[in-house]
Structures are given as structure tokens and as C-alpha cells.
């Protein structure tokens, strides 16, 4: 009876190595092959861990062509690991087509809990945690926006990747769209040395990073829209 491999989907810290788990070193030791975002990024810590295997880069560039050679290993029986650069695959990085084209050709998937940026920032930000909405890369250019417009009227909390580049743009959009005064958090290389968290209104955070340095990658968590006066008057009319 022929037996297909398995799909593992392993994250990897954002910063601090000692989030590795222990299950995550496991599988990456025991499966056949490991798929890398980035080959030279991994390397550092596939050595760190004494993970001794074969790597292939599995990008953003390349994964729908790829996919169609790791479809054919799974099938032979081989099991394989993705991991991206940081963070849990699949989330703002490559790994959701390759899950649902192994889902497509009944392969078993199976994702390993672990680091994953927006979680902790989330949680530290102080706002509203028991709903959220996780946009991650806002569009460059086409859509953008639109995509803020509508987020205006968002009432659960937001939460934004940004690269160092775009962030004092996106928060000068932010103040736009959202109002000078939504209150918003900002967390840069979380679980590193230099970790930080900057929380108070839009205008008072883009104040603090256009005098500061501006490195790593970011998470913006942004509170919901304030409900209407309008929506509470018909509320309280219901009740």
C-alpha cells in the first residue's frame, strides 16, 4: 500500500532563538527535505540547532512552480518541513499555496504551534485583544486606499505589518483615515535586545519615530473605530 509523506509547517523564532520548541527541532532533524524562504537566513540557525539536511528555497518567486515537484516528493512518501525567514509560514510569507495544493492532493498537513510576530504585540498593546481583525501588508500601491477607507469603519482591533521604510508613511495614512487621536501601538524587534513598544495616539507615536531610529520590522496594533453616538442612541432606544 503506497503512503503518502507529510506537510509539516514549522515556525521559527522572530528574533530570539531560545523560542525554538523543542517539537520544532524534532521534525526539522527527522523529516527528509526542508524547504527555506531564504537558503542563506536559515542556514545560521539550521547549524545552531545541529539540523543537518537538505535545503531548498521555497519563495514567493518560485512557489507555484515548485510546488508542483513538492506535490510529487509528498507523494513518493517523503515528509517535509517549510519554514519561512521568521515567524510561523503561511502568515505574511509564502506557504498558503503549497498547504492547499498538498490539501488538494489529500496530503496530510500538519502546523506546529509556535512564534509568530503579531501575537505578542497584540497582547502588550493594551487594547482590545477578545476580537481582531489581522490585515498584515497593507497594499502598496493598488487597493491601498480603499483598503484604508474601509478600515475606518473597523471596530475591532487592527493589526499591520510595516517595513522600516513605509512605517512614518502608513502612520502619516493612519492619521488620515483613522484621526490623529486613534489610539495605536507599535512594536518593533520584539524577543531581540532592543525590543520596543510605543503606545499612545497616532500622532504622538509618528512623532516618537520621526526622532528615532528606525530598524527592524513593525507591528502596529490600531484600536477600533469609537462607536457612533448615532449607533448608541439606537441601541439604547432597542433595549
Same mark, same amino acid.
Request: hydrophobic share 40%; charged share 25%.
Given at each position: 500500500?503506497?503512503?503518502?509523506?507529510?506537510?509539516?509547517?514549522?515556525?521559527t523564532?522572530?528574533?530570539?532563538l531560545?523560542?525554538?520548541?523543542?517539537?520544532?527541532?524534532?521534525?526539522?532533524?527527522?523529516?527528509?527535505?526542508?524547504?527555506?524562504?531564504?537558503?542563506?537566513?536559515s542556514?545560521?540557525?539550521?547549524?545552531?540547532?545541529?539540523?543537518?539536511?537538505?535545503?531548498?528555497?521555497?519563495?514567493?518567486?518560485?512557489?507555484?512552480?515548485?510546488?508542483?515537484?513538492?506535490?510529487?516528493?509528498?507523494?513518493? +512518501?517523503?515528509?517535509?518541513?517549510?519554514?519561512?525567514?521568521? +515567524?510561523?509560514?503561511?502568515? *505574511?510569507?509564502?506557504?498558503?499555496?503549497?498547504?492547499?495544493?498538498a490539501?488538494?492532493?489529500?496530503?496530510?498537513?500538519?502546523?506546529?504551534?509556535?512564534?509568530?510576530?503579531?501575537?505578542?504585540?497584540?497582547?502588550? *498593546?493594551?487594547?482590545?485583544?477578545?476580537?481582531?481583525?489581522?490585515?498584515?501588508?497593507? &497594499?502598496?500601491?493598488? +487597493?491601498?486606499q480603499?483598503?484604508?477607507?474601509k478600515?475606518?469603519?473597523?471596530?475591532?482591533?487592527?493589526?499591520?505589518y510595516?517595513? &522600516?521604510?513605509?512605517?512614518?508613511?502608513?502612520? *502619516?495614512?493612519?492619521?488620515?483615515?483613522f484621526?490623529?487621536?486613534?489610539?495605536?501601538?507599535? *512594536?518593533?524587534?520584539?524577543?531581540?535586545?532592543? =525590543?520596543?513598544?510605543v503606545?499612545?495616539?497616532?500622532?504622538?507615536v509618528?512623532?516618537?519615530? =520621526?526622532?528615532?531610529?528606525?530598524? +527592524?520590522?513593525?507591528?502596529?496594533?490600531?484600536?477600533g473605530?469609537? =462607536?457612533?453616538p448615532?449607533?448608541?442612541?439606537?441601541?439604547?432606544?432597542?433595549?
Amino acid at each position: 500500500m503506497k503512503t503518502t509523506g507529510k506537510l509539516y509547517l514549522v515556525p521559527t523564532p522572530i528574533g530570539n532563538l531560545e523560542d525554538m520548541t523543542f517539537r520544532a527541532i524534532n521534525v526539522l532533524k527527522e523529516v527528509d527535505l526542508i524547504l527555506a524562504e531564504d537558503t542563506r537566513t536559515s542556514a545560521p540557525l539550521l547549524k545552531h540547532f545541529g539540523i543537518d539536511k537538505k535545503v531548498y528555497a521555497h519563495h514567493q518567486h518560485n512557489e507555484h512552480k515548485a510546488s508542483t515537484e513538492i506535490i510529487k516528493f509528498l507523494e513518493q +512518501g517523503q515528509q517535509i518541513a517549510l519554514i519561512s525567514d521568521a +515567524g510561523t509560514p503561511a502568515i *505574511s510569507d509564502p506557504g498558503f499555496f503549497l498547504v492547499r495544493e498538498a490539501l488538494k492532493h489529500g496530503i496530510e498537513v500538519c502546523c506546529l504551534p509556535g512564534a509568530t510576530a503579531f501575537v505578542p504585540a497584540l497582547v502588550n *498593546s493594551g487594547l482590545p485583544s477578545d476580537q481582531f481583525v489581522f490585515e498584515g501588508f497593507l &497594499p502598496v500601491k493598488k +487597493g491601498r486606499q480603499t483598503r484604508l477607507k474601509k478600515l475606518a469603519e473597523e471596530d475591532r482591533t487592527m493589526i499591520f505589518y510595516e517595513s &522600516p521604510h513605509r512605517l512614518l508613511k502608513t502612520l *502619516s495614512e493612519f492619521a488620515a483615515f483613522f484621526g490623529t487621536e486613534r489610539q495605536i501601538s507599535v *512594536s518593533r524587534e520584539l524577543s531581540k535586545l532592543y =525590543e520596543e513598544n510605543v503606545r499612545g495616539t497616532v500622532l504622538d507615536v509618528k512623532s516618537h519615530f =520621526e526622532n528615532n531610529i528606525l530598524k +527592524g520590522e513593525f507591528v502596529i496594533c490600531v484600536a477600533g473605530a469609537p =462607536e457612533t453616538p448615532k449607533v448608541k442612541e439606537k441601541f439604547y432606544k432597542e433595549k
